[in-house]
Structures are given as structure tokens and as C-alpha cells.
């Protein structure tokens, strides 16, 4: 049996994931179970740890000391979930998945889920352990995405994120453990991108471990082209206008690089009438409204079918993430149809193939990203990128060819 272990099971990014790749190894007759701190969904081949009232309880309260632990330490509060100190956790190696699993899976286990110290436990049972890594914490002193830091390439110290950065400050502190523990550990990494592939073999307490770079995956029959008219009108948007669509639109989150998508639709060409911007995810009231063009604003989305309707009702969807692993929304979007303007950094040039399916922007360029969203919606009459994005999805991250490769390494540990 394989286990995978994950934090969340449908919040964020990497919760999503993982509950996408067990689904996709049942869907192809793996027997494969994932044990979650936090359950949000009852669904066959999920389990969670906090499986009573008093259990959740004692989630919130590992939670808050974990990020208690941390407040001494933070330089602000722009920066008190980007790094994990790993220091409270639940003792994950007696729980009976555990015991009986043949492959373990690790995912995103921080906040309060899995400790350093829990991760030790885990090492020791034995088993063959394979780690997906869904950002750069498995190799840092604790940062989530490094923000152009290279130190853990060598050795982590005078941390950015830190209030106040040392030679042997915490992150000094953390990497150490993580060196120690990841010294004679039987893991196998593996990078949904080419990007923390790169990575994970040049950081030195993961270079003498393998590496594999093997893609999420993704269920094409859910996520999947509908018509622009149907989703639109599903939506309340107008059928006549070219719409760009920014989502999961954190706008205080300096990561997502909203400031240079607001700043590339003013470069837009003013000759080209009838576009309109489409947003969804989590905002500030009055977060759009330097946006010099109709805005429209879904919120938070959290109905599949709904997500599925604005993915499919845009003409261009644009992601400028300054950090980004394998950007989840970026996969759907093309699933369903609608090519992606991105930077050039992290997994995007992974998934977008520059002037084929997409565009890809010179990093943190506000005119390039323009230029990508005049070059999508000049070029996509008849549908023909439109056609090639889903191509890229069903060669690429279709559940069947992803399952068979997590399949293949698998047998391979045993």
C-alpha cells in the first residue's frame, strides 16, 4: 500500500495535489491511501488524523504553537507563513496507515503536522520514503521559496525572513537538523518541475539523494473545455467582451506578482477595444480599482464547476508569480482550453510553450506580460491555441501517464 502524508487535503496548492495523485493512483488500480492532519471532505482513500472533535482541537492549538515558535523570530508578518520551523508535529509512526504501508509519500506535512523530530521517527521505521516536493522547504532552513537567496546551496544563515539574521541564527539552526537527518536517509525526491529538480540535485543536503522530476497530475475528464457562451453566462459575464482572467488574485501576497499584472494591463494596446478582466480568489475590498478597465469580481471559489466555468470563460488567463513550483491553476486553465501569459521562472516554462500553447513573459516585465495578452487574443482565432493548451494537458499531466510514472518508481523502491 502506498501512503501519502499531507497537511491539508484540499487547502492550498500542494493539499490539492496530493489528493490528486492518490485519486489518480486508485483511478489506476494502485492501492494507494492519503492520511491527512486536517480532513475538509469525506472521500473514499482519505483519513484523517484529527478524526474527533478533541483531535481538531489539538490541530489548532499545534498550529498556533507552531507559528508561536516562530513570532520571536520573524523579520515581519509578510513572512510568518513562508518559513516553517518544523518544531511541533503528532506522532505520524504509530498510526496504523503508517505501520502497514509498503511506500511512504511525503507531501506539504509543516504547521504542526510533521516535526523534524517526527520525520526522524518516520526515517527509522525503514520503509522506502519518496518526497514531493511542492516547494523549497525539504533543502532550506526553513523558507518555503527562498526569494533569491542561494545560501542552502551551501549552508543556510543570515536568513532574509529572519528579524534578525547570524551567522548561527535559526535557519543555521534548522538546516543542521535537516543535514543530519537527510545524512543516511532512505528518500527519494521527487520535483513536479524541472526547476526544483535543478535544485534539489545542487542543494547540498539533497545532492547525494535521487531526484526525480515527475508532473502532478490532473483529471481531464473533470477539468475540461466548456462553451465560452455557456460559462460565461453560468458566471453572469458578458458574452461580447475578451475577457483576461487573473486567478487564485492574492493581492497582499508579494509572491503572486499581482502589482505587475495590474501594471501590464495599462500597457495594453488602447486601439483594441472590448476587453474586460475577470478575477477570482481571495482580495482586499477596493484591491482592483487602479484597474483601468470593466473588472469583474467572482471571489473565492471553492465549487469545482464553477472553477471549471471561469477557467473556460476567459480568452487569456496571465499568472505572475515571482516563485511558483507547478502552479496548479496554470494546469487547469490549460485543461480547460484557455492558453496562459506567465513569467519565466519556477515550473511555468515547464507547462506554457512559448508562442505555441502560450506566452511566456520576460521575468518581471509588465510589457511583456502585455505583449503575451495581445499575443494570445490576436492569435487564437478558431480556437487553435486553445486546442494545443489542452494537447499539453492530456500528453503531459493526464492522471494515466502521472500515475504511471509514481507507479514505476514505486516498484522500483521495493
Not at 500542494?14 to 491511501?33: E, K, Y
Not at 491527512?36 to 478524526?51: E, M
Not at 529572519?162 to 543542521?176: G, N, V
Request: charged letters at 20%.
Amino acid at each position: 500500500m502506498i501512503l501519502h502524508l499531507c497537511t491539508f487535503q484540499l487547502e492550498g496548492g500542494a493539499g490539492v495535489a496530493a489528493s490528486r495523485l492518490n485519486q489518480a493512483l486508485q483511478n489506476h488500480g494502485i492501492d494507494s491511501h492519503l492520511l491527512v492532519y486536517r480532513q475538509q471532505k469525506a472521500k473514499n482513500g482519505v483519513t484523517a488524523w484529527a478524526d474527533t472533535p478533541w483531535k481538531n482541537s489539538v490541530f489548532w492549538a499545534r498550529f498556533s504553537a507552531e507559528r508561536l515558535l516562530f513570532l520571536p523570530h520573524e523579520k515581519d508578518k509578510t513572512v510568518r507563513f513562508a518559513f516553517s520551523p518544523a518544531a511541533v508535529g503528532v506522532p505520524i509512526e504509530e498510526h496504523p496507515l503508517v505501520q502497514q504501508a509498503d511506500v511512504i509519500n511525503i507531501h506539504w506535512i509543516n504547521f504542526g503536522f510533521l516535526s523534524l523530530a517526527g520525520l526522524s521517527r518516520l526515517f527509522s521505521l525503514g520503509k522506502p520514503i519518496v518526497w514531493t516536493m511542492h516547494d523549497m522547504w525539504a533543502f532550506t532552513g526553513g523558507c518555503h521559496y527562498s526569494s533569491g537567496c542561494e545560501l542552502f546551496l551551501t549552508h543556510c544563515q543570515f536568513c532574509p525572513f529572519l528579524k534578525k539574521p547570524a551567522l548561527y541564527d535559526l535557519s543555521f539552526e534548522i538546516f543542521e537538523k535537516k543535514k543530519k537527518l537527510l545524512a543516511e536517509a532512505n528518500v527519494s525526491f521527487v520535483s513536479p518541475s524541472k526547476w526544483l529538480g535543478h535544485l534539489t540535485q545542487k542543494a547540498s543536503i539533497t545532492a547525494h539523494l535521487p531526484s526525480y522530476v515527475i508532473p502532478n497530475p490532473i483529471d481531464t475528464a473533470v477539468f475540461h473545455p466548456l462553451s465560452k457562451a455557456d460559462a460565461r453566462l453560468k458566471l453572469g459575464l458578458p458574452l461580447d467582451k475578451k475577457l483576461i482572467l487573473f486567478a487564485g488574485a492574492n493581492t497582499l501576497d508579494p509572491r503572486k506578482g499581482y502589482e505587475y499584472f495590474r501594471e501590464a494591463i495599462h500597457k495594453l494596446d488602447t486601439n483594441n477595444p472590448g476587453v474586460e478582466i475577470a478575477f477570482f480568489g481571495k482580495s482586499q475590498p477596493g484591491a482592483y480599482q487602479e484597474i483601468n478597465l470593466p473588472v469583474h469580481d467572482l471571489g473565492k471559489l471553492s465549487d469545482q464547476d464553477m472553477i471549471v466555468a471561469a477557467y473556460s470563460a476567459a480568452d487569456a488567463m496571465v499568472v505572475t508569480s515571482l516563485e511558483d513550483n507547478l502552479p496548479n491553476t496554470v494546469m487547469e486553465a490549460m485543461a480547460c482550453g484557455t492558453p496562459v501569459v506567465g513569467f519565466q521562472n519556477g515550473g511555468i516554462p515547464d507547462m506554457i510553450d512559448h508562442l505555441e500553447n502560450g506566452y511566456i513573459a520576460s521575468f518581471k516585465s509588465a510589457l511583456s506580460v502585455a505583449e503575451g495578452i495581445q499575443w494570445v487574443l490576436d492569435n487564437n482565432q478558431g480556437g487553435k491555441l486553445s486546442a494545443l493548451t489542452r494537447q499539453k494537458v492530456l500528453t503531459t499531466y493526464s492522471e494515466e501517464v502521472v500515475a504511471r510514472q509514481y507507479a514505476d518508481l514505486y516498484q522500483s523502491l521495493r
